[in-house]
């Protein structure tokens, strides 16, 4: 990993960059889906003020998500996305974990 890498809560300014994040790890998805995927069309700002939302960012890019919504017997796991330029780094791990850890 990156000596710049850290998991932060996400602010409402990160809204843009989560949502390129989000899109570019996607949009393998949206020809087999025939449309796109679900967290594609999500609208970043009000998700970032609606639930609990952690950026994982090298420097200063966002290059992966965690969405984690409260619900009543716990904590749903409602997105996890990687950049496709820092896939296979063991992030969406590091980020799983950090859920386990939250629930």
């Known amino acids: 990993m ?7 809560s996400a ?3 990160d809204a843009i960059a989560i949502t390129e994040c989000v899109v570019a790890a996607y949009e393998n998805y949206t020809a087999r889906l025939g449309k796109p995927a679900g967290p594609m069309l999500d609208d970043y700002e ?3 003020q609606q639930h609990r939302v952690l950026v994982l960012t090298e420097k200063t890019r966002v290059i992966g998500i965690l969405v984690l919504v409260t619900q009543n ?7 996890v996305a990687v950049h496709p330029d ?3 780094r063991g ?7 950090l859920a386990e850890e939250e629930a």
């Open 73 to 79: 017997e716990g904590l749903l796991v409602d997105n």
């Open 11 to 13: 602010r409402v300014e």
């Open 86 to 88: 820092h896939q296979g």
């Open 2 to 8: 990156g000596d710049y890498v850290e998991i932060r």
């Open 91 to 97: 992030l969406g791990r590091r980020l799983m974990t």
């Open 46 to 48: 009000r998700v970032i």
